[in-house]
């Protein structure tokens, strides 16, 4: 009787989580009367109700202070904007917090320069890409739900009344589980609803349109349609629209349809590649990887060395028990699959002892940002330009000198160039001892 009331109990619980989830999905709503009429939301928060804020927020934001005249606009060449700041303070109240932020970047970037690139504007964030954009979307979001737009995907009562259900069917399995002496069973099943227990957490942190959200997100559909002539239309305009104080543009860029203007603001295209201010211009430096090794490490010879060791005996008693013909044969193949990878880690070795070790020199920090490493999670790492070579250094970068790190700053860096790892940061003309 317990295991039939256990396994009665997970099917409606899981049957409730779906049945919730599909119910709370971020459905679009039909587009509304096509009017070019621009409405109260900024073009932030349409980007949120759309879908793409990640993708369009940020760029929509700073056409918008084109347009109503914070950013001063340029054209070094087609399709290649600059920015300059055209007036006011960042912190000006009539702006919003992300606004703030936006134009905040704008003038630290373009300090003792005058004008940006614009696709500059795009990273080379003070405190960090992943920190800026995380800060970004929270002031979005929060300035969506005090405009009603925008609320949690579940209430606080679906989400517990969801997890109070999961845990009192995990304890009926639990218990059928026991009566039966199956232990594994137990362990596996814990393991289970721990995962599953977690979906009403994840729903409750994200968000959904309300029904004002859903009218708004209409009502700009309408505006997409009356602009392009189709509801999933696109308009050539490009961000120099915006410096003639169109705002419409950066409403089009929101909702997805000016990919020519967002692209002015924007270095996806271009993600190996950075902007540097050293010297006192503005040039692109190409970007290395954080974990390039230039020089095979001990347990990669003392590998293939054994390995060679090994195919060599084999070799040997091919020849003796086979013939020459046969021997031969081995060393082609498989012997190949170790003198093949003996080349690259012999040559690597011989190429990196003819670099010297050590590098020292000053250089400006251009990029922070976080990268996936695999099991260990993520790992900061940083750009830096040190004016003489046509790429970047790029180091990932431990505790120890995480506190010396800010973008824009200038520093003095010591590294092993051979293995691309970073020994001593310091500001630079600050004596770095040993």
């Known amino acids: 009787m317990i295991k039939l009331v256990a396994e009665v109990a997970s099917g409606a619980w899981a049957a409730a989580l779906l049945l919730t989830m599909l119910g709370t999905r971020w459905r679009r709503p039909a587009p509304g009367p096509a009017t070019l009429a621009l409405r109260g939301e900024p073009p932030a928060v349409v980007s949120l109700l759309a879908g793409g804020l990640d993708r369009d927020g940020y760029p929509a934001t700073v056409l918008d202070l084109v347009a109503r005249g914070w950013i001063g606009l340029g054209e070094a060449e087609p399709g290649r904007v600059t920015c300059r700041p055209a007036g006011g303070r960042a912190d000006d109240p009539g702006l919003t917090g992300y606004e703030r932020q936006a134009l905040a970047h704008l003038e630290f970037r373009a300090a003792g320069l005058g004008a940006v690139p614009g696709t500059a504007l795009d990273n080379g964030f003070e405190a960090g890409d992943d920190e800026f954009r995380t800060l970004f979307r929270d002031e979005v979001q929060a300035d969506a739900r005090g405009r009603g737009l925008v609320r949690s995907r579940i209430g606080r009562g679906t989400l517990v009344l969801l997890e109070a259900a999961g845990l009192a ?4 399995t639990a218990a059928a589980m026991a009566l039966h002496h199956a232990a594994g069973g137990i362990v596996m099943v814990a393991l289970v609803y721990t995962i599953f227990l977690r979906v009403p957490w994840m729903l409750y942190r994200r968000s959904r349109p309300t029904r004002a959200g859903r009218a708004a997100l209409a009502g700009w559909f309408g505006f997409r349609a009356a602009l392009t002539g189709s509801p999933s239309g696109q308009v ?4 120099m629209l915006a410096g003639a104080g169109d705002r419409g543009i950066a409403y089009a860029a929101a909702l997805g349809a000016a990919p020519d203007a967002v692209a ?8 190996g590649h950075a902007w540097s201010s050293l010297g006192g211009r503005w040039h692109r430096v190409a970007l290395g990887r954080p974990h390039a090794r230039y020089v095979p490490g001990v ?3 003392a590998g293939i060395t054994a ?7 084999m070799d040997v008693l091919a020849l003796k028990w086979f013939g020459p013909r046969w021997a031969a044969g081995f060393v082609v193949f498989p012997g190949c699959t170790w003198w093949g990878s003996a080349i690259w880690v012999y040559g690597s070795a011989a190429r990196a002892a003819r670099r010297p070790r050590l590098a020292e020199f000053d250089g400006q920090i251009l990029r922070m940002w976080d990268e996936s490493d695999g099991e260990n999670g993520t790992t900061r790492c940083i750009a830096i330009d040190d ?3 046509e ?3 790029v180091f990932a970068v431990g505790e120890r000198h995480r506190a010396a790190c800010r973008v824009g700053s200038l520093v ?3 590294a092993d160039q051979r293995r691309n790892q970073l020994l001593d940061l310091s500001p630079a003309g600050v004596p770095v001892s040993g």
């Open 391 to 393: 790429q970047a250094w």
């Open 299 to 301: 347990p990669a010879l």
């Open 264 to 271: 002015s603001f924007s270095s996806a295209a271009d993600r």
């Open 236 to 239: 050539a305009g490009t961000a």
């Open 387 to 389: 004016g003489l070579r």
């Open 307 to 313: 390995l060679g060791g090994l195919f060599a005996a």
């Open 169 to 172: 069917s995990l304890t009926l």
């Open 412 to 414: 003095h860096v010591r």
